[in-house]
């Protein structure tokens, strides 16, 4: 189940984000734990994926995570994105900080945060960006079929 996250969830998220492939080279000498809260102040959701059949934290059941939140005012990407989306710059929310611990489904877990998060950013009525991060959690086809903007790439490179 997909639940919000909370503080007592960080340490068992920081242990599964250094199990996904690429993970400590995407980190680049940052913690874990302070990567998964950097931008917290600026967080429409962030939500964990529980495989616990109950909603008591914490448990040693989160086995993933994703992040809504508004997009740096100087990100380099921002008007161009903008454009892109034909919205303004303010209508961006950017999905990112998607991961889950490698096992049996990693994707579809994968595949069930990034359409609960898209949905979430349509209902209010914003433009989602997708951050990958680099971690190829989910299949490159899937930002693009689910309507989610590239946060990085070559002016022009569309979706």
Do not use: C
């Amino acid at each position: 189940m997909i639940r919000e996250r909370r503080e007592q969830d960080l340490d068992r998220l920081a242990a599964v984000l250094l199990e996904v492939p690429g993970a400590t080279a995407m980190l680049a000498g940052r913690a874990p734990r302070a990567w998964l809260t950097e931008d917290d102040d600026a967080a429409e959701a962030s939500w964990v994926f529980d495989q616990a059949p109950v909603p008591v934290a914490p448990t040693k059941n989160v086995v993933g995570h994703v992040q809504v939140r508004r997009p740096p005012a100087d990100a380099p990407w921002l008007n161009e994105v903008a454009i892109r989306a034909g919205v303004d710059a303010g209508r961006l929310l950017v999905i990112g900080r998607l991961f889950v611990r490698p096992m049996k489904h990693d994707r579809n877990i994968a595949r069930y945060l990034l359409k609960q998060a898209a949905s979430l950013v349509a209902a209010r009525g914003s433009a989602a960006v997708f951050e990958s991060h680099g971690l190829g959690v989910v299949p490159p086809e899937l930002p693009r079929r689910l309507g989610l903007y590239a946060a990085a790439g070559p002016p022009g490179s569309g979706r």
